[in-house]
């Protein structure tokens, strides 16, 4: 079943460098449908969803590990199976000698108009993931968005307005 955010919620959480759960805010925690003690130190993708494509964090990966923050759109998986859409931003967190020391990540309500289009592309890219690889799904939303003339980040930017 489907659980949706509420248009004032915001999820927030932090990671260390290997993506393991160092903090999450009330709604993370009530919307996962862990206890905190089950999340902390817990490998982030413990609400990795079955229907997310691959390709997906790896753009995120890539992107955080080279410094740079990202938009996505993540359907996260409750801990008793229930599910919810995020429109998340994620980005790195720095110490004061300005290494990285984690990652930050900010999920709000997507946008509905949103979730039709990123349904059938995720949809499609598990498809291609499941065939052919990685290497190929990536392929397809780089050619994707090269049909579209926008970048990654102009078109998940422009799905939310």
Known sequence: MQIKMKDE???????????????GNEIF??????KESELLNAPHNILRHEDMPAVVFKLLWDRVKSEKSINAYVKNKC?????????????????AKNNVI????????PSE??????EALYSELLSIEKKKGLNESLNYLNNTLKSTGVSYDEFIINLQK
Do not use: H
Request: glycine fraction near 8%.
């Open 9 to 23: 919620d915001f999820i927030v959480s932090k990671t260390d460098l290997k993506g393991r759960i160092t903090y």
């Open 29 to 34: 925690i009530k919307m996962s449908g862990y």
């Open 79 to 95: 801990k008793n199976g229930d599910y919810y859409w995020v429109f998340a931003n994620v980005t790195p967190s720095f110490d």
């Open 102 to 109: 984690g990652y930050y990540s900010v999920r709000r309500k």
């Open 113 to 118: 108009k949103s979730l039709k289009t990123i």
